[in-house]
């Protein structure tokens, strides 16, 4: 679901979370709690689901109308979803499936049993199903299967005036209609007409004269990611999705690019943290540890060859029992600087900021960077050093031995990236882990390294 980003959307949750609990509290009867639902947004009704213990979170979801299920399915996080869509019935899931739109019911297909799908497609209309078949042939992760088809067409040969008179016979625009889209008979995009150019022009004049003939066209087999770039590099609001005849088939609009933004921003954070999925916050233990156990044992091995490099130099460290007291600060700042290198390598990637050509000059420019931090910070390190255990030559091995860290820190920052995606993995997946990995062990080496060979 989307995620609250201001202090006033807080507060707002917070609040309609505290209404709720503490009617589940006071034990009122189901006709109240029943009306508590019904105020909220279905996002803020998610909000409060997720916030609740499974126990009152399964006896408020049984509170919820038969008709709102799908539109708050919909906004629950996948873990959250999954739990709740485990203690319905059949009938119920065709039910809640229904009183959506086809391409809400595609977004919520994935997490239902394939027999509910098939009724689902059953029970539609000849038109909504084949809407339906078509959003579900589109890959995650692509702008068909983010598309809306529900948009508002107009012909380049009508007046203003007409179009003036289709629009208020309808109930109701779209959400984000900022523009309509001009059709020719084989229904090929011609153009658009934006709203704020219909307001204002001469309703005598034909569409044409008005409509804007070139503008942002997407096709359903392009990657989401590229969308995005496009709707903040023009500030879109919505944009025509063509076939590769030219034929309108959907559009895409602004909410759905934040949604899709926000989801991937998430997956990130938690990839880069080692975890496999989200996870319900009141999840049972054993959920909880199956989510995280896979990068734990990779740290765990990485920690023990990190112990294994200190175990080597056991001589070193208890004739020089300084070395003790120095050696995890070479490791902690490397492993930040790593950090700080493969997050801006990772965030690239994910822009579409680097062509395989570019990562010569990418490696060139990190090394300079860890050249610079090196000499001003492993200098300004040596020097305290010196200052406080009175020997020089242990002050040069530290300024030296960070110079060395920050260096491997920037060179495997852009390596393991570079490595995943030529690899097509996910860059960001445990990129933490394996960076602390590398300037942990190479770290300890360097230093202990140093001052055996120059001190001992």
């Not at 009183?99 to 098939?118: F, G, H, N, Q, T």
């Not at 109701?172 to 084989?186: A, G, K, M, S």
């Not at 496999?276 to 916050?281: K, P, Q, V």
Request: proline share 4%; aromatic share 6%; net charge negative.
């Amino acid at each position: 679901m989307s995620e609250p980003q201001t202090r006033l959307e807080l507060e707002h949750l917070a609040q309609a979370l505290r209404a709720v609990r503490a009617r589940l509290a006071e034990r009122r009867s189901p006709e109240e709690l029943r009306a508590e639902l019904e105020r909220l947004h279905p996002a803020d009704a998610a909000f409060v689901l997720e916030s609740l213990p499974p126990e009152e979170r399964l006896a408020l979801w049984k509170l919820v109308p038969p008709e709102r299920e799908g539109e708050i399915l919909l906004e629950l996080s996948e873990a959250v979803r999954d739990s709740l869509i485990a203690t319905m019935d059949s009938k119920a899931l065709v039910a809640a499936a229904e009183a959506l739109e086809a391409d809400e019911i595609a977004d919520l297909a994935p997490d239902l049993p394939e027999e509910v799908i098939e009724d689902v497609i059953r029970a539609l209309p000849q038109e909504e199903r084949e809407r339906l078949r078509a959003a579900m042939s589109y890959a995650e992760g692509t702008v068909g299967a983010l598309m809306d088809f529900d948009q508002v067409t107009v012909r380049e040969d009508v007046t203003l005036e007409a179009v003036t008179r289709y629009l208020r016979r309808m109930d109701e625009l779209p959400n984000h209609t900022d523009q309509l889209f001009v059709i020719d008979r084989e229904g090929k995009l011609r153009g658009t007409l934006p709203l704020a150019r219909l307001i204002v022009s001469d309703l005598a004049a034909e569409v044409r004269t008005v409509m804007v003939p070139e503008s942002v066209k997407l096709h359903p087999e392009e990657s989401a990611e590229e969308a995005a770039r496009a709707f903040e590099r023009y500030d879109l609001v919505s944009a025509p999705v063509v076939d590769h005849f030219g034929r309108l088939i959907g559009r895409l609009t602004v909410d759905a690019v934040v949604d899709h933004i926000r989801e991937k921003s998430a997956e990130a954070q938690l990839a880069e943290a080692g975890l496999s999925g989200e996870e319900d916050i009141f999840a049972s233990a054993w959920a909880s540890f199956r989510n995280r156990w896979s990068w734990l044992a990779i740290n765990l091995v990485t920690a023990f060859v990190a112990s294994r490099v200190i175990s080597i130099f056991e001589g070193s460290i208890e004739r020089l029992a300084a070395l003790a007291a120095l050696m995890p600060i070479v490791a902690g700042i490397g492993g930040n600087s790593g950090n700080q290198t493969i997050t801006m390598i990772v965030r690239a990637l994910a822009l579409g900021q680097i062509q395989p050509g570019y990562w010569p000059k990418l490696i060139a420019k990190e090394l300079g960077v860890a050249t610079l931090n090196g000499v001003i910070w492993g200098g300004m390190l040596g020097a305290v050093t010196w200052a406080i255990y009175g020997n020089a030559a242990l002050g040069g091995v530290m300024a030296l031995a960070m110079l060395l860290t920050l260096l491997l820190a920037a060179g495997m920052g852009v390596a393991i990236p570079y490595v995943r995606a030529r690899l097509a993995r996910d860059p960001a997946l445990g990129s933490s882990v394996l960076i602390t990995a590398c300037t942990d062990s190479g770290g300890f080496f360097i230093f202990l390294g140093l001052a055996t060979l120059l001190l001992l």
